[in-house]
T-cell receptor, first 114, second 114 residues
């Protein structure tokens, strides 16, 4: 059974550009969360989507947005990229909304903004 | 706000036991987690503990929870070179309307010397 898959694995963008990151959860998982991990730090919560609706949002500017599709896959969009957006972006999926048994993470997308 | 703290670095000899410590602030957290991150990879869920438990053992891993002191530890018995990685402690944020948001510590780098 495939785990959480993210694409692309690596990405280089220029300041001011827009980026879309994609995530496919484990089959049967209806919840997808997005985290940003800056080098040397722990992951920071960006969004959670459950049953195609936003259920939670972290302390990130409106330049960050996301959505979840009917097949439960998800996209994270970041507009007007800043150098500080350079990070590993992690997607995690869970069966339920509360993640009580832990989330399964993908390998991430490494975004570099130059 | 909620915070999770860990020591940044631990070095042990192969075959010894490793103990990684973590403190958290949200006394209402129902679940606490340990994740492992190898270089260039995503997060791997190692184990989790429910807040009404004091201890959980899973093969070489032992988790101890002191809810009074809000202290969590992960003991790895017979540490191997393959255990070298960054270990993250995380608590489930119960104040976020059941979003399943996880709050991570900064991570402890475990170095295992042969």
């Amino acid at each position: 059974d495939a785990g959480v898959t993210q694409s692309p694995t690596h990405l280089i963008k220029t300041r001011g550009q827009h980026v879309t990151l994609r995530c496919s959860p484990i089959s049967g998982h209806k919840s997808v969360s997005w985290y940003q991990q800056v080098l040397g730090q722990g992951p920071q919560f960006i969004f959670q989507y459950y049953e195609k609706e936003e259920r939670g949002r972290g302390n990130f500017p409106d330049r960050f947005s996301a959505r979840q599709f009917p097949n439960y896959s998800s996209e994270l969009n970041v507009n007007a990229l800043l150098l500080g957006d350079s990070a590993l972006y992690l997607c995690a999926s869970s069966v339920g909304r509360g993640g009580n048994y832990g989330y399964t993470f993908g390998s991430g997308t490494r975004l570099t903004v130059v | 706000g909620e915070d999770v703290e860990q020591s940044l670095f631990l070095s042990v000899r192969e075959g010894d036991s490793s103990v990684i410590n973590c403190t958290y602030t949200d006394s209402s957290s129902t679940y606490l987690y340990w994740y492992k991150q190898e270089p260039g990879a995503g997060l791997q869920l190692l184990t989790y503990i429910f807040s009404n438990m004091d201890m959980k053992q899973d093969q070489r891993l032992t988790v101890l929870l002191n809810k009074k002191d809000k202290h969590l530890s992960l003991r790895i018995a017979d540490t191997q070179t393959g255990d070298s990685a960054i270990y993250f402690c995380a608590e489930k944020d119960e104040g976020s309307s059941n979003t399943g948001k996880l709050i991570f510590g900064q991570g402890t780098t475990l170095q295992v010397k042969p």
